[in-house]
């Protein structure tokens, strides 16, 4: 993890640091949903997906060709 804040997380246990991770990724969508319909939103909501789609993307093929 290179997140900093993430990293503290990481220091109370692993079910601490999923249950963080995984409030702050629902809690910004959620918060993006409720907000759709605004221009911000939606260029939001692409770039996310497209940063995540490429780096999902990037660590498939990496542990294909290590593999």
Do not use: D
């Not at 503290?8 to 991770?21: D, H, N, P, R, T």
């Not at 702050?24 to 939606?42: D, T």
């Not at 789609?53 to 593999?67: E, G, K, R, V």
């Amino acid at each position: 993890e290179i997140n900093p804040l993430m990293i503290q997380a990481l220091e109370y246990g692993v079910v601490f640091f999923i249950f963080c991770k995984l409030t702050l990724v629902l809690g910004g969508c959620y918060i993006l949903r409720q907000n759709k319909h605004k221009k911000a939103a939606k260029y939001s909501i692409w770039t996310a997906f497209t940063v995540y789609f490429l780096l999902m993307l990037y660590f498939l093929l990496n542990s294909y060709y290590t593999i």
